[in-house]
């Protein structure tokens, strides 16, 4: 069974009208205050990789997204199935992932399955996660499950899902 741990969800609205999710773990000592301004600031990165639309974020309850500059419809090329799969190591060594649902392909790198990791806008979404994000003195810094830090990228690629029903 898996150590206790915070984790931040985002529901993702495709074109369709399917939805998807994408979990990030926390250690469970994190400041849930700053989980919260790591949900809003995050979403605003993450709308600029995908396609769909960014519909809430929870942390055991409702993250308030006002703050954060996403789309208020989905692009409608947007496929929760059609998305993108980010793999990250941990300081204990560890690989934890979570899936971007609707991702967009354009940042991908042509003619392959990868993300394209050199541009800029998935970088500054790449360092977000491992360096977490920091007010004053306190940070918010995605872990493993086990509240191990993100320390690395392992590797960020295509990820298609097939919807159920």
Same mark, same amino acid.
């Given at each position: 069974m898996a150590a206790p741990h915070v984790f931040l969800v985002y529901s993702i609205r495709d074109a369709k009208g399917k939805t998807s999710t994408v979990k990030i773990n926390f250690p469970v000592t994190v400041n849930i205050g700053m989980v919260q301004d790591?949900?809003?600031s995050t979403a605003t990165m993450i709308n600029s990789l995908i396609k769909g639309q960014i519909m809430d974020a929870g942390i055991g309850l409702a993250v308030d997204l006002s703050g954060a500059t996403i789309r208020?419809?989905?692009d409608p090329n947007s /496929?929760?199935?059609e998305g993108a799969r980010f793999s990250w190591r941990s300081a204990a060594g560890a690989i934890t992932n979570f899936r971007l649902p609707t991702f967009d392909e354009a940042f991908m790198v042509s003619?392959?399955?990868n993300v394209d990791t050199e541009d800029t806008t998935v970088d500054a979404f790449v360092q977000r996660i491992i360096e977490g994000r920091t007010v004053g003195l306190e940070n918010a810094s995605p872990s493993d499950d086990r509240g191990s830090d993100i320390e690395a990228l /392992?590797?960020?690629r295509e990820s298609f899902t097939s919807s159920r029903g």
């Open positions: 790591f949900a809003v208020n419809a989905p /496929d929760v199935e003619g392959t399955r /392992d590797t960020a």
